[in-house]
C-alpha cells in the first residue's frame, strides 16, 4: 500500500515563529486532508489539497503532486496551535478512504 | 456544517466483557462511514469501512469477529468490541464524508477505550 511519511515527527517553537511541515507520499494521489489532532483527540480538518496551493488565515498548504510531496505552512504560531498535525491521502477512486502519515508533533511555547 | 456524535467518549472494562462504541451523524446521511484506531503518540490506522445496509468492509490484519460493526441506518454506524482484553486499549475514532460527491472527512470527537 502507499506510503505516508511526515517530517519533522517533532517541532518545538516559541510562540510567533514559522513553521512548515512536510508531508512525502509513495504514490500517486486523488486526495490529500491536512488534519490538525488537539492533545484531546479531536481530528479538524484544515485542507483538502490534491495539488496547488491554498490559504486559510495563518496557514497554507501547497501540493506538488508530480513530486508527491504536500507543504503545511504556519505563520505566527499561537499555543492553540499546538497539537499533532497529519497529512492523510486517498488512491483510486472512492477516494475517501484515507491513509494517514506518520504525523508531526508541534509545541509551541508562550 | 457537518456534526459527527461520537458515544462513549470513555469507557472502561473489564477484561472479557463487550463494548459498543456508537457513531452517529447529526445533520447529514452518511452512507459510509470509517471506523479508525489510533494508538499513544501514533498515526491512525484505518480498520474497517461501514456501509449503509451491508456487511462492512475490513483491513488487512483486523479480525471481523472481535470488532463487529452494524450501520443500520443512514446516521449511525457501531463498533463492538467482543471480548475485550488489555491489548484492544486504544482510541478509537469514527469519520464519514457529509454528503454525495464531498471528499472531506469529518471525524467523531473519538472513545478512549482501557481494558482493565
Known amino acids: 500500500g502507499i506510503q505516508v511519511e511526515q517530517s519533522p515527527p517533532d517541532l518545538i517553537l516559541q510562540e510567533g515563529a514559522n513553521s512548515t511541515l512536510r508531508c512525502n507520499f509513495s504514490d500517486s494521489v486523488n486526495n490529500l486532508q491536512w488534519f490538525h489532532q488537539n492533545p484531546w483527540g479531536q481530528l479538524i480538518n484544515l485542507f483538502y489539497i490534491p495539488s496547488g496551493t491554498k490559504q486559510n488565515g495563518r496557514l497554507s498548504a501547497t501540493t506538488v503532486a508530480t513530486e508527491r510531496y504536500s507543504l503545511l505552512y504556519i505563520s505566527s504560531s499561537q499555543t492553540t496551535d499546538s497539537g499533532v498535525y497529519f497529512c492523510?491521502?486517498?488512491?483510486?477512486?472512492?477516494?475517501?478512504?484515507?491513509?494517514f502519515g506518520t504525523g508531526t508533533r508541534l509545541t509551541i511555547i508562550p | 456544517g457537518a456534526v459527527v456524535s461520537q458515544h462513549p467518549s470513555r469507557v472502561i472494562c473489564k477484561s472479557g466483557t463487550s463494548v459498543k462504541i456508537e457513531c452517529r451523524s447529526l445533520?447529514?446521511?452518511?452512507?459510509?462511514m470509517f471506523w479508525y484506531r489510533q494508538f499513544p503518540k501514533q498515526s491512525l490506522m484505518l480498520m474497517a469501512t461501514?456501509?449503509?445496509?451491508?456487511?462492512?468492509?475490513?483491513e488487512q490484519g483486523v479480525e471481523k469477529d472481535k470488532f463487529l460493526i452494524n450501520h443500520a441506518s443512514l446516521t449511525l454506524s457501531t463498533l463492538t468490541v467482543t471480548s475485550a482484553h488489555p491489548e484492544d486499549s486504544s482510541f478509537y475514532i469514527c469519520s464519514a464524508v457529509p454528503g454525495l460527491g464531498a471528499n472531506v472527512l469529518t471525524f467523531g470527537a473519538g472513545s478512549r477505550l482501557t481494558v482493565l
Open positions: 492523510a491521502v486517498g488512491v483510486g477512486f472512492g477516494n475517501e478512504k484515507l491513509t
Open positions: 461501514s456501509n449503509e445496509g451491508s456487511k462492512a468492509t475490513y
Open positions: 445533520d447529514f446521511q452518511a452512507t459510509t
